[in-house]
C-alpha cells in the first residue's frame, strides 16, 4: 500500500513540476511586448488605474524636448489632456531581456493635441522596464527626434 502511495506521490509531483514549466526568454519578450501595447493604448486612452499599473513608482519619464517627468507628473499630463496622443504608431521595434530587465527601443510616430494645439511627433525611444512581482512595469522611458 505505501508503495501505491509513493507511485501516485511521485506521480503527482512529476504533473506539478511539468506544468509549473520555467519562463523562457521568448515568454519575458512576449511579456514586454503585450506591456509596451498595454502602455501605448493607455496613452491614447488615458485611464489613471491602468497608467499607474503599468508603471513603477521610481519612474523616470524623459521627453524628446528635455523635461522629465516622474509617474505622478506622467500620469496627470495624460489624464488631464495636457499631453494628447491622438495616434501613436511604433515601428523598429526590438526587446532584450536580460534577468528582470528589458530594454525596448521602437521608432514613435502620431498625432498630438498638447494643451489643444495639434502636433505630429516622430521619436526614436528607449523604454527600461523591469519585472516586479511578476509584471513588467516601466522604469524609464528616452526619447529623441528623428
Known amino acids: ?3 501505491i502511495k509513493t507511485l501516485a506521490f511521485a506521480l503527482f509531483a512529476f504533473v506539478i513540476l511539468l506544468a509549473a514549466k520555467p519562463k523562457t526568454p521568448a515568454d519575458d519578450k512576449q511579456a514586454v511586448t503585450q506591456a509596451v501595447e498595454k502602455l501605448r493604448k493607455a496613452m491614447i486612452d488615458p485611464d489613471k488605474a491602468t497608467l499607474e499599473a503599468l508603471v513603477t513608482n521610481e519612474l523616470s519619464y524623459g521627453h524628446s ?3 522629465v517627468e516622474d509617474k505622478a507628473a506622467f500620469v496627470e499630463a495624460l489624464v488631464s489632456g495636457a499631453s494628447d496622443f491622438k495616434t501613436m504608431d511604433l515601428t523598429d521595434q526590438t526587446i532584450t531581456v536580460v534577468d528582470n530587465t528589458a530594454l525596448v527601443r521602437h521608432k514613435l510616430s502620431g ?6 494645439v495639434a502636433g505630429q ?5 528607449l523604454l527600461v522596464w523591469v519585472k ?4 513588467w512595469k516601466l522604469l524609464a522611458r528616452q526619447a529623441v527626434k528623428i
Do not use: I, R
Open 1 to 3: 500500500m505505501n508503495y
Open 111 to 116: 498625432e498630438t493635441s498638447n494643451k489643444g
Open 121 to 125: 511627433v516622430k521619436l526614436a525611444v
Open 65 to 67: 524636448g528635455g523635461n
Open 132 to 135: 516586479q512581482k511578476g509584471d
